[in-house]
């Protein structure tokens, strides 16, 4: 982890409050969350199925608006952004990575990290150029032009762990990024996962179930009751 003291955070969110309607009731998911996170910093988001893992995570992606609070990317207050802003903010200065990867299926694993770029306005051999320097460090080199149905399930994952760093984000939002792999290949995609993002420089906030995975990880955030609860890694369980 790197030494953050004097840093501007990634990511600060303030006083998140989120609830929702549902059969003629209100369910209270956020009550004021709160957390920080600085550049090279890769945080566990923890917490009983229904706490509102995913909800925060949206909030923090820009993907959904709270209904009271602040989401501070690199100092700029996000939440109330319009939609064109939140859109611009996203594919600039986030990458995402999903339990199931969500690649395109019609086309390369180095095509798809070439578009995200190029929707950016990257050329399209600079784009390429950084597609196979992502692909390569994991391990891709000789599977640049399969496509997602011709590659293993830890090999479409490290694709879409790519295609979510391709822009050089500062921020990575992950929900259960190796949920979907079998135990040996979790491991070794975590593994590989946490190196990049932290040789990448970037912030990390991976909501996972895994509790071994998240005990190794620079720190952990417990949402529960609606609030985010800090912990040491060694106590998770």
């Known amino acids: 982890m790197q030494d953050s003291a004097a840093k501007t ?3 600060k969110l303030e006083g998140l409050k989120r609830s929702f309607r549902q059969g003629g009731r209100e369910i ?22 229904g706490a509102g893992k995913s909800t925060l995570l949206h909030i923090a992606g820009l993907l959904e608006t709270p209904d009271e609070g602040h989401v501070w990317l690199n100092g700029r207050d996000c939440a109330r952004m319009d939609d064109d802003a939140r ?10 990575v999903y339990q199931f ?20 306005g990257r050329s399209k051999r600079e784009a390429e150029a950084r597609a196979r320097e992502l692909l390569s460090s994991l391990g891709l080199a ?5 496509r997602p149905a011709e590659l293993s399930g830890g090999e479409q994952q490290r694709t879409a762990i790519c295609r979510a760093l391709a822009n050089r ?22 593994h590989e996962l946490i190196e ?3 040789n990448q420089g970037v912030a990390a906030l991976i909501a996972t179930h895994n509790m071994e995975l998240a005990s190794r990880m620079d720190r952990v955030l417990r ?7 800090e912990i040491t890694p060694g106590a998770v369980r």
């Open 28 to 49: 209270v998911v956020l009550r004021g969350a709160e957390a920080v996170l600085h550049p090279g910093q890769a945080v566990a988001l923890v917490g009983p199925s």
């Open 196 to 198: 990049l993002f932290r």
């Open 223 to 229: 949402l529960d009751g609606g609030l985010l609860v």
């Open 87 to 96: 859109t611009a903010v996203r594919r600039a200065e986030m990458g995402f």
């Open 142 to 146: 000789d599977r640049l032009d399969h």
């Open 169 to 190: 984000p500062s921020l990575i939002l992950a929900d259960e990024p190796t949920g979907n792999l079998d135990p040996k290949t979790s491991e070794h995609v975590f």
């Open 9 to 11: 955070p990634v990511l």
């Open 101 to 120: 990867h969500q690649l395109l299926p019609e086309f390369s694993a180095e095509e798809n990290v070439v578009i995200p770029q190029m929707i950016l």
